[in-house]
């Protein structure tokens, strides 16, 4: 289970500009779910996404994973935890223009020091689970919509992670490419992958995919019910 206890992430601390994103948010995150944050453009999900996933640390509170506290680790194994537990997929996909389908999807996994050929399978393996094989040696640019967004989710798999964190994933897709993405996530979930999703996309967080909707307004969570 992931557990956020009393999170505030205030930036610009002590400036004219101080803004507090989140305000004393705890929540429990259960391990082979999918969870949906709901809420406005605003609301604090992608700060609170970002807390979980050990992308940024909160200015207070605590977070555990596994029943393992993991806020105050030195930068290195912080480093490590995300590497090894999270995939990340993000609102604009952020894949590196001017290199190859596969590349993009071999590069997270650079750092590790992985025997290149080996990497090189794995990664190739990746692309044909999403149809992408052809497609591996084409440049980001040349490739459509869908096909950009089934990249970026192969290179969030490449370390076979336990926990997926998607934010606003669907924002750019249209309602076919919607489905198929959360098909994908049906079909990731289904092979015991937790779920995370930040969304106030209604076919999102109504899908019969989500265990539990938890609606967030002005940096608080204001509802976590089950999913029916």
């Known amino acids: ?11 610009n601390a002590g400036r004219p500009n101080e803004f507090t994103a989140l305000h004393g948010v705890s929540l429990d995150v259960q391990l082979h779910e999918t969870t949906v944050l709901k809420g406005p453009s605003g609301s604090g999900k ?7 996933g050990c992308m940024a640390r909160p200015t207070t509170g605590r977070i ?3 029943e393992r506290e993991i806020t105050s680790l030195p ?3 912080l480093t490590e935890v995300r590497r090894s537990t999270f995939g990340f997929i993000f609102q604009q996909f952020n894949l590196i223009k001017g290199i190859s389908a596969l590349e993009n999807v071999m590069a997270p996994a650079y750092p590790t020091g992985e025997k290149f050929s080996l990497l090189r399978r794995r990664a190739m393996e990746t692309l044909e689970m999403f149809d992408l094989g ?3 040696d084409a440049r980001i640019e040349w490739l459509s919509g869908g096909e950009a967004q089934r990249v970026a989710i192969a290179r969030a798999l490449i370390h076979n992670p336990a926990i997926i964190i998607a934010d606003e994933p669907t924002t750019h897709l249209d309602t076919r490419l919607s489905h198929e993405f ?3 996530m049906g079909d990731l979930k289904a092979r015991g992958t937790t779920i995370i999703l930040a969304s106030h996309d209604p076919l999102v967080y109504g899908s019969d995919l989500v265990d539990r909707v938890v609606e967030m307004r002005d940096g608080q969570v204001v509802d976590g019910e089950s999913a029916l």
Do not use: P, W
């Open 1 to 11: 289970m992931i557990s956020a206890r009393n999170i505030s992430k205030v930036f």
């Open 46 to 52: 992608t700060t609170l996404l970002s807390l979980i």
């Open 64 to 66: 555990f994973l596994n």
């Open 75 to 77: 930068e290195r194994f």
């Open 134 to 136: 052809k497609r591996a």
């Open 182 to 184: 959360m098909d994908i």
